[in-house]
């Protein structure tokens, strides 16, 4: 059974904090996934620092932009997972990557990447359905979860998106970029009813949630949700509490105590 699935099976709603590599450092990256394994997560996106993150907001973007100047490159985080799990992480690590880095280092090289570093998915947010076909084969080919993004479509075309997903199906709650909003539109709920309908695996909502409030509203119409820019913000806050070495502990049960609101069962 796809692992997502079974925890469904357990009453339990999905979960999926995002942080991104190397913000504020690769080694409090590794301790923030313990964290929010910790809080709670049923699995981890971990984010590729990119310079030009389109479907990213402004709090994700500055993520971006300290890892980057750290050296942080596609490479080196995934180089981060074993660090991870020899610490302790057991949970599955979705790698959430642009296209570009994926092209730069060749699909081969990152296909062995993935596979040598204990890499468990991969989501690419600017990669249409219509041009994935070939890394979704090779994802399966893998063993890979090839998570899909889905927004307002067509019915026909939300099927197609929805019946050749892994894993779980992720719902964007509103179009444009990610971020923290006070309230969502009243169409996404119908939406998120839409595609539960014709979704054969989980389906998470995610852009735009900011609180734990905010995740048990979602949760009433979907199996759970993804949150970024929430996460994210609160590193951002305890970033230098999270580079020293003497100060992270603190910090890091703050990002877990607040990480810790998203997390519900039925």
């Not at 991969?122 to 979860?145: G, Q, S, T, W």
Request: aromatic residues 8%.
């Amino acid at each position: 059974m796809n692992y997502f699935q079974s925890l469904l099976e357990q009453n339990k709603k999905l979960f999926i904090p995002f942080i991104t590599a190397g913000d504020p450092s690769p080694a409090a990256t590794i301790d923030l996934a313990l964290s929010l394994q910790n809080a709670g997560a049923d699995a981890i996106e971990l984010g590729i620092p990119y310079s030009d993150p389109l479907a990213d907001g402004p709090v994700i973007q500055r993520a971006s932009a300290r890892a980057l100047k750290q050296g942080m490159n596609i490479v080196k985080a995934m180089e981060l997972v074993p660090q991870m799990r020899e610490n302790g992480v057991r949970i599955p690590i979705i790698l959430f990557t642009y296209y570009n880095p994926v092209l730069q280092l060749g699909e081969e090289n990152f296909f062995a990447l993935m596979r040598e570093n204990d890499v468990n998915g991969l989501l690419v947010p600017d990669l249409p359905f219509e041009e994935n076909e070939r890394m979704r084969e090779r994802c399966k080919a893998e063993n890979l979860y090839f998570i899909s993004m889905v927004a307002p479509t067509s019915s026909s075309r939300l099927k197609k998106i929805a019946q050749s997903s892994e894993g779980f199906l992720y719902c964007v709650s509103s179009l444009g970029v990610t971020g923290e909003r006070k309230a969502f539109n009243e169409n996404v709920f119908e939406f998120i009813k839409e595609v539960k309908a014709v979704s054969p695996i989980p389906v998470a909502v995610g852009f735009g949630i900011s609180s734990g409030e905010q995740a048990m509203q979602m949760n009433e119409v979907s199996d759970g949700v993804v949150v970024g820019s929430a996460i994210i913000r609160q590193v951002e806050e305890l970033q230098d509490e999270l580079i020293s070495v003497s100060e992270r502990e603190q910090a890091l049960q703050k990002v877990e105590d607040f990480a810790r609101s998203f997390v519900h069962t039925v």
